[in-house]
């Protein structure tokens, strides 16, 4: 099993769920994250005082995937996240070694 | 003495106004800093409505008000305790109960004393505060008053002219802030770290509320229900709406945006500039001193970073400076069948002594009094207070709560 993560521009989110859902992974976990890579922030501008804001708005979206599947979760991420404009995210992935359904305890694969 | 229903309705009806100007002070304030600070500034602002009321009531009045004590620097204490509440206020012909008098005077100290709070943000304490509240209402805002509003006063007899406060409130908060800044320090990281309002809209409800209450606060200064109340009232509108154009001009030629921060800022500017001037002044003086009052704003708002005195939210650019710019202004823009005095070099020197003994006697004494309370109280948190957020430190509460993940139990 490998954990697939992927960091995404948050405007993206719902393309990249339709593609993992048309893929045939069902059920991902999402977070607002604040980060930043090539593209930098904002400036902000109070009462004059210019602030430089580094940190950009973010989602990762974490799913944990069969060890076939992981190379082509990856892809479908990659190609529905993308505008090909500077900031559109970073996705790759690890391996997991255990798995836990905590409803029924099935353990591995079983869980997925 | 002859009391006229009207009048009565209108001056205790602005006195709530001007109350209400302070629950929005602390909107206005509590939106421009960080969020773990918010409620230390909204409790400031409520218990400086109590402490500053009960002063008043029992002491500040009758220094502000009461019968001079010689030379027109202080009322005596004929009137402590609100004694004699039917005689006619010391100096004035007032058709009002002198105790609606002693009232909307009372929400002018309280506004004063509550602006004092925008200097001292993020590392002020709050029983520090308001020992410093208390005692900074009998020493510095009383004479002041007096000086100025009471006819008594010499300032007042000089021929100096200020309707509703850009003397005894607006120079007065903006002198004292400064000093206060300077006795508080800097907070922590200041300039370099971000301190950024967390939250504009609650800036813009506060402005919202600031702006309506000034009508009590500048129309209301007429005393009466009458033709100068209502020059006073248009006047403010205009003002407003224009101090708030040229702050947006200004900034966005400075910074190529116009900013919700200006918009808000500029309204209050144009607010402070035509406070001395609201009832002496026609229409299109009260246009002219709004838009000098919002370009000062906005140019005084970028002075504490070249000189380097943390005055948080900014109560000498906003309150000082435009306060000093429409007291002047009136020196030359005073219609003299409402004001009594005309308009010229002669008033123009007046309001110029009247800006300078303000400044010196609210910086000095503001100066002397916080550091004493500096020393004895205490006025400053700690830093480890500051760094934590004075919400959950010393008030223990936060004010806002968007997760679910609270871990916890009762006890």
Known sequence: ?112 | MHVDAGDTAWVLGSAALVLFMTPGLALFYGGMVRSKHVLAMMVQNLATIAVVSVVWAVLAYSLAFGPDAGGGFIGTLHLAGLAHPTAQVPGFNLSIPPLAFAAFQMMFAVITAALLTGAGADRMRFDGFLVFASVWVLVVYAPIAHWVFSPEGWLFKRGVLDFAGGNVVEIDSGASALALAFVLGRRRGWPRDVMAPHSLPLTVLGAGILWFGWFGFNAGSALAANGVAAQAFVSTQLAACTGLLGWLIVEKWRTGHATTLGAASGAVAGLVAITPAAGYVNAMAALLIGLLGGITGVLAVAVKFKFRYDDSLDVVGVHGACGVVGTLLLGLLAQSNVAGHGAGLHLLGEQALAVVVTIAWAFTLTFVIATVVQRTVGLRVSPEVELEGLDTAVHAESAYDFGNVRAGRIG
């Open chain 1, 1 to 112: 099993m490998r954990l697939v993560t992927a960091i995404i521009k948050p405007f993206k989110l719902d393309d990249v769920k339709s593609a993992l859902e048309a893929f045939g992974v069902h059920g991902l976990t999402v977070s607002e994250v604040n980060g930043y890579g090539r593209q930098k922030g904002h400036t902000e501008v109070y009462r004059g005082a210019e602030y430089t804001v580094d940190f950009v708005p973010k989602v990762r979206l974490e799913v944990v995937v069969a060890d076939d599947d992981a190379a082509d979760v990856v892809d479908v991420i990659v190609k529905s996240a993308a505008t090909g404009q500077i900031g559109d995210g970073k996705v790759w992935s690890t391996p997991v070694d255990d798995l836990v359904r905590v409803r029924t305890g099935e353990r591995g694969p079983d869980a997925l």
